[in-house]
């Protein structure tokens, strides 16, 4: 279970769950963009939300009662935290530019992973100038992916 107790949910992340779990009418619009987006480009994998995005992708129809969904206990309790305390109506433009914001936390995982791969052939080939700078970029990237 990632959603626990003091675990970073970010602004995107509860747009996303706020959207997914929406059964409001004018909202079905903004619920099937993100649904399409998360069942198309596995946006939502390692995320604090996963496992409740998951959940609300896997159900046809939005619930009436998110919280009746087959969530576990820290799941429900999240959900009802996000859409409890959310005061900022959902737009289109807030949906968006949060699906935004994880596409771009995707490509800097991406670029991470490379990172390493490139370190670890840096250090096989012993090319210290290579592994300064790939630790420097790492160095910088870990930064940008700790603010999301």
Do not use: F, W
């Amino acid at each position: 279970m990632r959603a626990t107790g003091g675990a970073q949910i970010t602004p995107s992340e509860k747009v996303l769950v706020r959207a997914a779990s929406s059964g409001v009418r004018e909202e079905a619009e903004m619920r099937r963009t993100v649904m399409e987006a998360l069942s198309g480009e596995r946006l939502h994998e390692g995320l604090e939300t996963e496992t409740l995005l998951q959940t609300l992708l896997e159900c046809s129809e939005p619930p009436d009662d998110p919280t009746q969904l087959p969530l576990n206990d820290g799941d429900r309790q999240l959900l009802a935290t996000i859409v409890m305390r959310e005061d900022e109506a959902l737009t289109p433009d807030l949906v968006q530019g949060a699906l935004e914001a994880l596409r771009h936390r995707t490509q800097l995982a991406q670029r991470e992973r490379e990172i390493i791969h490139r370190l670890i052939e840096a250090e096989r080939r012993q090319d210290d100038v290579a592994l300064l700078r790939l630790k420097q970029e790492k160095l910088e990237l870990d930064r940008k992916l700790a603010g999301m």
